[in-house]
């Protein structure tokens, strides 16, 4: 994990900008202290717990980087009252109206961001529509703080080729410099704009016109990561710890404990290259074993089994009754969520215990 | 909720077996408490965590139903002390030797209940295997409790017709009854015959020779019941709450805050005949809008369209940022373990907060 947070802070800020991780991933306070003393300025989260839980442990300087509903506005504002610089994000005419009436009813300016669709993929208004100056207008004029534009590339996990991916992370970068150049040349303030996402962030070539880049997963990483070509299986900081309960000796099955309560029902590897049905199966020290996947996953079981789908012969002696083996996830965010807390692995062989926080 | 848990235990009294519900749907105390007013004898977990929840909420007989790992017998050790009539479970000599190896250096017989696999889709021995055996008269002469037999039909998920669910649901019970009775007569005790998955609980024709049904998904019921057929969508008592936070008006999409971290990653309804994406969308009231449902998502940000894959030309009107919407999820255990708490929904219009654990 450090290696992982040395890296991106290090691409990153070699291309210029600055880096806002994304805490989803994690949800804990220690990791995002490691975050912050490696150069990242400032942190984005996914929901109002993550700001809260954050703020309270001295962030101040935070992104909810999903578009607000305006039910939210009340808790946003508490935040903010309290001294968070919390900033938020719209990308209709609808929310921004919500925000402007919300900040003059209670005579308060939020930081507003507008979100930009540069890839298709989810949410957020293309840099070439008039919509994007529309909701610019609404909320400058509204006496909001026009902050910024983000976007987030999302599409970038399906790409697998070095060049797919430099060519998405051009995509994004582009498109968000674009929409801010249309707002500035409109006479709107556009002082942030805010790309990222794991892949792109470690494939672009420049980021000309970006002044951050948030990205989240690559602090574990894990095997979506591994096939998009990002990491490997080795730089997967995050595993579970499973103990073998049983066989199926003349299917080749071994059966463990962890099954999708604990790697969660995430099959992210299921369409890309390498299929790890549930996760990549390592002995206790972290050493793969390479021919063995989780082939199958009840609530808590787990099924190790070839992942070329043969029966190995040898299953019962290779991992007895009360073997523990290391699991590598599919999917990092999901995977821990599964977790109330980590058990921290140092080089010197201690372990320490860091929560984590769950729900909304 | 109430009218599934009084279904559940109408249908298996009638068939002359008791019903011990697992509580590893709701992983919640006042749950489990309707359950057993409803007339539940004992409890089915899947962790040790949730033993020692209930256990300390006064249920005391308690069948822990994976298999055990010989790292967690001094957790169990230390439940059954504490007066837990908690029984454990294996399928193999390596097991069985664990737990009475325990039992002599600990002075204590643990309950134990052999494995039988009925379908072949995971743990258990099969029931003319002489392995059967062998696991019996190691724990009868090692001085454990042999309590009895149990099998979960978990390939019952994967059918659709009442024909095939009744012969799965004989099959379960056929081979059960089998194991018992060749345990019998090789001299062995086998008082408990326990069987059960809520779609052959539900489908079962007779129950001779069994004595207790567990059965969990039923209290919630989920979309993938619905397309085994052993429920409706109308059944489903589990939902999340959305909120519209924005649109893609040209794709008919309506973006939601309830994206895979609410829903889970679970597509149980993928390969079935109905496939519902991330969930079923309903009005606020719980009506089914029944040509939508959640598309795609991403941890926070779901997608809400038709199901048909046209785009609704009136998606914003119809759901405009703000509206709640009520999705319901493909499965209960996997969406429910999402969230710390219920809210629960009285007849009379009042909510209640209900909590939840988490973890092992």
Request: a negative charge; one cysteine or more.
């Amino acid at each position: 994990m450090m290696r992982n947070i040395a890296l991106m802070q290090s691409r990153v800020g070699a291309l210029g900008a600055t880096l806002r991780p994304h805490v989803k991933t994690s949800k804990c306070i220690e990791v995002g202290r490691l975050q912050r003393d490696a150069g990242a300025l400032g942190i984005t989260v996914s929901t109002l717990k993550e700001a809260e839980a954050f703020f309270a442990a001295g962030f101040d300087d935070i992104t909810y980087a999903v578009g607000i509903a305006p039910q939210r506005l009340d808790r946003v504002l508490a935040l903010r009252r309290a001294g968070c610089r919390l900033t938020i994000l719209v990308d209709s005419r609808e929310s921004a109206r919500a925000v402007v009436d919300k900040g003059r009813s209670e005579a308060h300016a939020f930081d507003v961001m507008i979100e930009v669709d540069t890839d298709g993929h989810r949410s957020g208004v293309r840099p070439d529509d008039d919509l994007l100056i529309a909701i610019g207008e609404i909320l400058q004029q509204g006496g909001a703080i026009l902050a910024g534009v983000l976007t987030h590339a999302g599409s970038s996990y399906g790409l697998s080729t070095p060049e797919a991916l430099q060519a998405m992370a051009e995509q994004e970068r582009a498109g968000c410099v674009r929409a801010a150049t249309r707002l500035r040349a409109a006479g709107l303030p556009c002082p942030v704009v805010s790309v990222g996402s794991t892949p792109t962030a470690l494939s672009a070539e420049k980021l000309d016109g970006v002044t951050e880049v948030r990205a989240g997963v690559y602090v574990f990483f894990d095997l979506v990561m591994a096939n998009v070509g990002v990491c490997t299986p080795q730089d997967v900081a995050l595993s579970v710890l499973a103990t073998v309960i049983g066989h199926q000796a003349d299917k080749g099955w071994a059966i463990t404990d962890a099954g999708w309560m604990a790697m969660s029902r995430d099959r992210g590897t299921q369409a890309q290259q390498r299929d790890y049905g549930y996760g990549a199966v390592c002995d206790v020290a972290g050493t793969l074993l390479d021919d063995l996947i989780v082939s199958g996953a009840n609530q808590e079981h787990g099924i190790v089994a070839r992942r070329d789908g043969t029966a190995d012969p040898d299953i019962v002696r290779r991992v007895p009754v009360g073997t523990r083996l290391r699991i590598l996830p599919n999917h990092a965010c999901a995977t821990a969520t599964q977790f109330d807390a980590y058990h921290v692995l140092d080089a010197d062989g201690t372990t320490q215990v860091w929560r984590r926080f769950h729900g909304w």
